[in-house]
């Protein structure tokens, strides 16, 4: 790869890393924030009921946000070019996040992750399509894997952002150390505008952007529905497993360390400090995970091809949900599930960078990633809404919220039934 083609590879991957960024920072300031917004001690049954069940609901109005920007962005980067879609969407992302600094209450900040949701979703298909159509061929799949390494990477970033100011620069303050978490948010906007210097719009989207109108409902037509429809089922399993384990990491390693801290004795603050450090350490076992997990996706994709690499990937998900949230573990060592729940559920995301801009022609090929990758959120966006409202309404919300996510594991394993009508993109070139 040119020195070029690098700077492409780079631009998309902190436009994707800083997406997940500001996507997930909620999850992780919500056991504060979202008892400050409401009036109610961080801490206190009351507070983590309401936890659970905000969690679930702004989550899945995320997910609802991220899906409408991710269709309606996909065919306006087919139109205007991938470059000005990714700066426009990175920097509409990255504002709505930091505005939820100053949110007074749970309903404007709800609008303001709406803001921040559609950009998010814009952004994925942009730099999906950017790299698949600039990179040569023989490497869109390391290209594709490599791009979504910024996904975990990002999540580092979120993880330590969120710990170092509420663990560290101010633990005695959760009522107001969580705003300022969300100003990092702004980060995404400076990088966009400096990426926007460097990188023009691919020649292969140039030559044929002039005469295409692409559609959606080109999409279903019979020669592209079944295209559709495998990318879209994929995509749809995903999402659902991802969200709702991924959305309650947060507030479940936050339940398991007050459990411990209680059998401890410890104090309100050393409570807080272990619940931070516990947080901490649940989303690096994930992130770590999910970065092998997609780095995997590598070999087994150009080797065995993309159906097979689906159906282990389903297959070894389930297993680590139902273990991680089934067996009778001890607070801390449950947390360590989490990694094998990383490299599957996380790790086969590494795919659908390469896999979703394979199955489609230049003129629809941010639209049609876009909406297969998308579209399956509204869907998704369920379970983190059910998961969060069934557990809140629990006696113990911590145990119900397990049992719950519990079942979550049957959802990839109903998945493997989808196999046989998975398009097979092994050895096949791009087309125009």
Not at 78 to 105: E, F, Q, W
């Amino acid at each position: 790869m040119s020195a070029y083609q690098w700077m492409v590879l780079f631009a998309a991957w902190l436009g994707w890393g800083f997406d997940i960024f500001d996507g997930l920072l909620f999850n992780y300031v919500a056991p504060n924030c979202v008892p400050t917004l409401l009036g109610l001690p961080i801490g206190s049954s009351e507070a983590n009921a309401a936890t659970l069940h905000y969690t679930g609901i702004v989550t899945s109005i995320l997910l609802i946000g991220w899906a409408v920007g991710g269709i309606f962005f996909g065919r306006v980067c087919d139109r205007i070019g991938r470059t000005k879609t990714l700066l426009l969407t990175m920097s509409m992302y990255a504002v709505g996040t930091a505005l939820c600094a100053i949110a007074p209450n749970m309903t404007v900040l709800i609008f303001f992750r709406i803001i921040a949701s559609l950009g998010i979703g814009g952004e994925w298909a942009a730099g999906a399509a950017m790299v698949a159509e600039v990179v040569p061929e023989e490497k869109r799949v390391e290209a594709g894997a490599l791009l979504y390494t910024s996904a975990p990477v990002g999540l580092f970033l979120a993880t330590y952002v969120t710990y170092f100011i509420q663990g560290i620069v101010l633990p005695g303050r959760p009522d107001i150390a969580w705003r300022y978490v969300f100003l990092f948010g702004l980060l995404p906007a400076a990088v966009a505008f400096v990426m926007r210097l460097f990188i023009k719009e691919p020649e292969r989207w140039k030559r044929v952007s002039a005469t295409a109108h692409p559609t959606l409902s080109e999409l279903f037509t019979p020669q592209l529905r079944t295209t559709t429809l495998s990318g879209m089922g994929m995509a749809l399993v995903a999402l659902i497993t991802w969200w709702s384990s991924n959305a309650f990491i947060g507030t479940i390693a936050s339940g398991l360390a007050r459990v411990e801290a209680a059998s401890r004795g410890l104090s309100p603050l050393a409570t807080q400090i272990l619940s931070q450090e516990w947080i901490k350490s649940t989303t690096n076992l994930f992130n770590i995970g999910g970065l092998l997990g997609t780095l995997l996706t590598i070999p087994v994709a150009k080797h065995v091809g993309r159906r097979p690499m689906y159906f282990v990937y389903f297959l070894l998900s389930g297993i680590a949900i139902m273990a991680t949230f089934g067996l009778d573990l001890p607070p801390h060592t449950r947390l360590y599930g989490y990694f094998f729940m990383g490299l599957t559920i996380f790790g086969v995301f590494g795919s659908f960078t390469y896999y979703l801009p394979e199955l489609f022609p230049t003129h629809l090929r941010a639209t049609g990633a876009g909406f297969c990758y998308n579209s399956g959120r509204i869907i998704a966006a369920m379970g983190p809404f059910v998961v969060g409202s069934v557990a809140a309404m629990g006696t113990d919300a911590l145990t119900t919220a397990m049992h719950l996510l519990f079942w979550v594991g049957a959802v990839p394993l109903i998945g493997l039934f989808l196999m046989p009508w998975v398009i097979e993109t092994r050895h096949l070139a791009l087309t125009d």
